[in-house]
């Protein structure tokens, strides 16, 4: 038996070598490297995004005023409407959506009331107009402030202007017009 343990430890393999742990730092090397790029990125990102909150001059991030829940404004939108322009040629005209932005649902009440009428003196006041007005910025800016003063002059509300309204504060307690804002829904210019 000597002699057949003799042979099958001679037959037996060696011992395997030890591998090489080259190919494992490798990959751990590789692995740590992407985790810091994934970081420096990250930090880089939450960076900037702050920076973004800030004002151009470096103060303090602007705080928007929360709006109050019980004065929510109310809206009220408007059929579309297609008017012709005053462009030569009266080949021109807008496709106009409108909505308007009133103070709250009392108001809402009273503007129905005086709704074809608004229309009317809406639809007159645009036909006034050539597509370039209309389609520059001011002229959008320039109609929406005509609306709401045509509106304003219909249903009898005070209208201002910036200068008589310091005025105004601090002469009298004039309700503010209770029409806030108009607001474009649909604006297609041919």
């Given at each position: 038996?000597?002699?057949?343990?003799?042979?099958?430890?001679?037959?037996?393999?060696?011992?395997p070598?030890?591998?090489?742990?080259?190919?494992?730092?490798?990959?751990?090397?590789?692995?740590?490297?992407?985790?810091?790029?994934?970081?420096?990125?990250?930090?880089?990102?939450?960076?900037?995004?702050?920076?973004?909150?800030?004002e151009?001059?470096?103060?303090?991030?602007?705080?928007?005023?929360?709006?109050?829940?019980?004065?929510?404004?109310?809206?009220?939108?408007?059929?579309?409407?297609?008017?012709?322009?005053?462009?030569?040629?009266?080949?021109?005209?807008?496709?106009?959506?409108?909505?308007?932005?009133?103070?709250d649902?009392?108001?809402?009440?009273?503007?129905?009331?005086?709704?074809?009428?608004?229309?009317?003196?809406?639809?007159?006041?645009?036909?006034?107009?050539?597509?370039?007005?209309?389609?520059?910025?001011?002229?959008?800016?320039?109609?929406?402030?005509?609306?709401?003063?045509t509106?304003?002059?219909?249903?009898?509300?005070?209208?201002?202007?910036?200068?008589?309204?310091?005025?105004?504060?601090?002469k009298?307690?004039?309700?503010?017009?209770?029409v806030?804002?108009?607001?474009?829904s649909?604006?297609?210019?041919?």
């Amino acid at each position: 038996m000597s002699a057949a343990a003799a042979t099958a430890t001679a037959a037996a393999p060696e011992a395997p070598k030890k591998k090489s742990k080259k190919l494992l730092f490798i990959v751990l090397g590789v692995v740590v490297l992407a985790l810091i790029g994934a970081a420096a990125a990250l930090f880089i990102l939450k960076k900037n995004t702050a920076e973004d909150d800030y004002e151009d001059d470096g103060h303090a991030p602007v705080e928007q005023a929360a709006k109050n829940p019980k004065t929510a404004p109310v809206f009220l939108p408007l059929e579309n409407m297609v008017i012709n322009l005053a462009d030569p040629g009266g080949n021109r005209f807008i496709q106009l959506g409108l909505t308007l932005q009133l103070q709250d649902a009392a108001t809402e009440t009273a503007v129905k009331a005086y709704l074809p009428s608004i229309r009317s003196q809406v639809l007159v006041l645009i036909s006034q107009r050539t597509a370039d007005e209309m389609l520059a910025l001011k002229g959008k800016e320039k109609l929406a402030s005509d609306i709401i003063a045509t509106i304003s002059k219909e249903m009898g509300y005070a209208m201002s202007t910036e200068g008589e309204e310091a005025t105004r504060k601090k002469k009298s307690k004039a309700a503010a017009n209770p029409v806030q804002a108009v607001l474009f829904s649909s604006f297609i210019v041919q």
